[in-house]
């Protein structure tokens, strides 16, 4: 009888404290999420109503030779982004973990205190920084690097350099908190054998914060892969990225099902970087997401 009563207290505690949380996530995530897998199979009517008939003509507008070079652009983007915000932010994160705990916590709120700006004053900041009169361009020309101004804005390059820096932090603290853990006793017991740092640092350091560093391909990759602010800020207009057209298509356009299906395009990536995680790290390291 106390048993009963025991598990049925279980019960209803963990009913009390999963309760709320399940049932946002079904109301605001699972049910949305659905209803844009739903709509991804529906068709565009003449006038930008979605026609709730069964249709593939969304999916394969994406095999379009537009479309298609809009997707391996924003995967190439996204690809190069974490890749550059892996190398910086692997040496930084080593960095601050290194430091004793009070100098980290003020080396991470360093990081953090871009993002207590708005986001549109730091675009705008690139944009006055590399106009053809700003400060890049008259100390390059100052320096004898060019003879005249050169076009920066507008540029992938301009877009690329605002993905990277925006999306850094987002590569530096799961990294930072993987390389925190590590025991200083492995690092020591290497050294003891005769190991030499390179030695030390590809066959203990790097895998045992591998999970660390997947954990920011992730946080880096997939916003990288969807954002359109920065494309739309720095690009001008000029640069279109799978956000972009997610936007317009949901937007001006008015192309529910195209808009969902390249939605459902990147949920399926997210999921795949996810699943592969999930496959190779440990469960308990998912903590640095």
Request: hydrophobic share 50%.
């Amino acid at each position: 009888m106390n048993y009963k009563n025991n598990l049925k207290k279980k019960s209803l505690s963990t009913l009390v404290m999963t309760g709320p949380v399940s049932l946002w996530m079904i109301l605001f995530v699972t049910v949305p999420m659905l209803y844009i897998i739903y709509i991804s199979f529906m068709a565009r009517g003449v006038f930008g109503d979605v026609v709730y008939t069964f249709s593939w003509d969304s999916y394969k507008t994406l095999l379009d030779s537009t479309y298609f070079k809009v997707i391996v652009k924003s995967l190439k983007a996204a690809s190069i982004t974490t890749v550059i915000c892996l190398l910086v932010g692997y040496p930084f994160a080593y960095y601050i973990a290194r430091k004793p705990r009070e100098v980290a916590s003020k080396l991470i709120m360093l990081i953090m205190i871009p993002f207590w700006t708005n986001s549109l004053m730091r675009f705008n900041s690139w944009l006055l920084l590399f106009q053809t009169k700003g400060p890049v361009n008259e100390f390059l020309q100052y320096a004898g690097f060019i003879d005249a101004p050169k076009s920066f804005v507008y540029t992938d390059g301009l877009v690329m350099l605002g993905l990277v820096t925006n999306m850094l932090p987002f590569a530096v603290l799961p990294m930072y908190s993987s390389i925190e853990k590590l025991s200083k006793s492995l690092l020591e017991a290497s050294e003891d054998l005769g190991a030499s740092k390179r030695t030390t640092f590809f066959n203990i350091t790097l895998p045992l914060t591998f999970p660390g560093i997947f954990s920011s391909i992730i946080l880096v990759f997939i916003p990288s892969l969807g954002i359109y602010t920065i494309t739309d800020m720095l690009g001008g207009g000029k640069v279109l990225f799978i956000g972009n057209i997610i936007k317009n298509q949901f937007g001006a356009i008015r192309n529910w099902p195209l808009g969902a299906a390249l939605s459902v395009l990147l949920i399926v990536i997210t999921g795949l970087l996810i699943f592969i995680y999930t496959r190779f790290a440990n469960i308990e390291d998912m903590e640095v997401l």
